[in-house]
């Protein structure tokens, strides 16, 4: 037992310890004292839950199913969805042509310069410049997609003398009657059967029409989620995809004429009609998708798009709210005065007069800065986590496998809060008086760095940016923990889902050649601490040197 | 001082300071072991560089500092044997003093149950203990000055620097604190203390260290250093309604060889002895039966010592 009564047990280390926790906790208690710092936590949680709001909203949208492919509007109006219209030839923007109703079919004409210039025959006559003398007229035709105005038959004029020639008044689209029983038709159509005479110049053509068939309009919702992406998750360059609504062979479907249709199946050229040609590379990473046109373009939303956007939307969060928003601004407020404030203050040489090595006191002020800071991040993750996993797509009540990623999220926000902490407490030590704007400039080129790398993730400059390897940490996470993030990806490029997946992640690209995201990781983890180390050892070798004045 | 070969617990040898072209401590050497010592100076005379060295917290631009043996800017070794109480005036105002105390007294090492315990019996030995759980914000001048020594004796040091410890206090908190820094020279510790007033440090101690424009001017008793000062010409100002009639009785008293009425009712009475000059006082003045409703020694100050001691040029 020493003077003060100590054991012998005592040791170095439980020393330290006790001095540890005794400035660890000061400078908790310090930064809890501070209004600065309920601001920038208040703010931070503020975002957090803006973001989540975001989230909440956008969900309830975007995750109902959605027409990828468009088919299942009917935009004339005609009670046929553009898919169904589409297998019968008919005209998706005319009212009047729709499935199994009665169709022309064109026969015949006499043109300007035809020889002769008269015809007889019971027709559906379209476009007609001339005088016809009928002997049957179908008074009642059925409503068809016309190629001209037809007579209305209770309603024609006779033909008085100033409007018995084409030369006179007869407005077009209209006709009259003579005396003798022949009508005058002029840029008009009928379903009859006589004698038309056309005079030199003019025209007129005739045809018939198909029987009117009774089709079943089918329900829009038959055309939304019809053709979902079928993949079997099997390696290696491979014919995928299955054209479940027949868009693509277009097997029974006719055109307007009534003929069958040869659809264009192959646009991948692979041989095979209406697949999808998925490469992927040993580590199960899907390198490009080839779809031919109309195969799996309406995958079920809440498989394909929702789980897209909700990773988007943690990706996003991750790497803009935490660790470029968060990230810069709570060492910003918190860890730039750990030391600088107790100078400014003049009760630095309370701590300093106890036998505490400098070298140790700026390490326990960074944990204690750390404590609280890493504290909030986990929180907040944590709630973020938690809301977006039980609202967000899918059947589990909660969507457990997103936390491993949260959990990323929160170590790599908690790595940069460490390595910025230890950069501005440095740049704080270094220059007192200006060691803010330092740390100002430092933050815009680290927010702009850190766009870089999350817009185009190969480019060297933002190599040399704390955010850079936070970000990277991220986009490796990700892949290690939805190794299908890959495929989502290259699906919303391929099939056209605009998902913003492809802008806010992409695959690591510090894998040293081995393209593995485990390496990714270690080596962003590692570059991190490194930051961290080396700043805290450079605060230590300028303050070693310091006159307290 | 010891004059045994143990090493000194303060020494300072031809230790220098400059803080850019300023001078702030010349060429000092000394050694101090044992017993409370007043550094006296007047305001920018270095004493408080001089603790700043002695700490650690300046490194000597010359010279060496030693404490225990050990240089305390390279080591924080001797720390755990200082307490140091700064002139700085600023405290961590939303802490308690039992907080405050306890919170420094485990950057010793103590477990928070040591700390507590320690904390309570330091505050109790200042006299801050009926209020140790206020904030220091709400304290007084004088409690802020005692919740300082309370810190820097929390874990019982051997050496005990106190900058300016009476600086802005009132009387009361004055002589507390006097009493405290005496307890602890009495318990056997080496007390640094500084002032710039003289009497504050004559009613602590009678070993000084005196410091002028980062000189060390003297160094040693303080009675002996008065005495060389009491050999030569003095002042003693009497205030009285009859300063003529008064002086005509001390004509002919050996100590006093003349007098001045500087103002209306003042007799200034020129002496070569101090000491035996107070010795005859009362008698010239019981006998001449004049009134004196005052007795000023004006030259029984730092300044005049100071004067004395670098030549008369203050």
Known sequence: MDEQGRGLSETVWTRLDRKAGAIVELTIRQLRHRISTWVVLGVGMLLMVMLLAFYIDAIREDFDAIDNDGDSEDPDGDGYPIGQENMYGTDNYNEFSYPGYPNFIFESDIDWNDQPRTHTGNHTWVSVVGYFTPTWINYDPPIWDQWSKTVAWNDVEDCSDENSDFDSNLRWETACIFDNGTYLMYGIGFTAEGTLEVPDQYSASWGRLTDYVEIEPHPASMYIDEDDIDWDFKLGTSSQGFDDDGDCLKIGWIDSQGNPIQANMDQNRNGIPCDVIWTVNDLGEIISIRADSSVDEDPDDSKILGESSHRTFIIGTGKIAFVMILGLFLPLFLALGLIRDETENGTLHYLLSKPIHRVEFILYRLLGYMALVGAFVIIMVFMMALVTSVIGPGDDLIRLGDFPVWLGIAFATILVLAAYGAVFNTLGLISPKYGVYICILFGVWEFLMGLFTITIPNATIPVLSVSHWAIQMIDAVVLIVWPDTLQYQEMSSAFNLDTGLSWFWHPPVHTLQTGNPVVALIVSVTLLLAVTVLMVGMGQAVFRNREIM | ?314
């Open chain 2, 1 to 314: 001082m010891s004059t045994d070969t143990k090493i000194p617990t303060v020494l300072m040898e031809n230790t220098s300071k400059w803080y850019d072209q300023v001078i702030g401590l010349n060429d000092v050497s000394l050694a101090i072991d044992g017993g409370v010592t007043g550094i006296l100076g007047p305001n920018g005379a270095g004493k408080s560089t001089l603790f700043k060295l002695l700490v650690g917290r300046l490194k000597p631009s010359q010279g060496s500092v030693r404490l225990f043996g050990i240089d305390p800017w390279k080591d924080t070794s001797p720390y755990r044997r200082i307490g140091y109480v700064s002139e700085s005036e600023r405290l961590y105002d939303w802490m308690t003093a039992q907080d405050f105390v306890s919170t420094l007294a485990r950057l010793h090492g103590m477990t928070r149950d040591e700390a507590n315990e320690r904390t309570e019996h330091v505050l109790g030995f200042v006299g801050l203990h009926d209020v140790r759980h206020k904030e220091i914000g709400k304290y007084s001048k004088g409690m802020r000055q005692r919740v300082k020594i309370a810190h820097a004796l929390v874990h019982d040091p051997d050496l005990i620097i106190l900058d300016e410890p009476l600086h802005g206090c009132d009387p009361i908190a004055r002589t507390s604190i006097m009493n405290v820094i005496r307890e602890l020279g009495s318990q056997g510790k080496t007390v640094l203390v500084s002032s710039h007033i003289l009497e504050e440090i004559e009613r602590i101690t009678e070993q000084i260290v005196i410091l002028h424009n980062g000189r060390l001017l003297a160094l040693g008793n303080l009675h002996a250093i008065r005495g060389l000062l009491d050999k030569h010409p003095h002042r003693i100002m009497l205030t009285t309604d009859e300063p003529r009639k008064l002086a005509s009785a001390f004509i002919g008293e050996k100590p006093i060889y003349g007098v001045r009425f500087p103002d209306e009712g003042k007799l200034e009475i020129q002496t070569n002895n101090l000491s035996e000059a107070h010795s005859v006082l009362p008698r010239v003045i019981v006998e001449s039966k004049i009134a004196v409703s005052s007795i000023d020694n004006p030259d029984d100050n730092l300044e005049s010592l100071l004067g004395y001691l670098v030549g008369g040029d203050t």
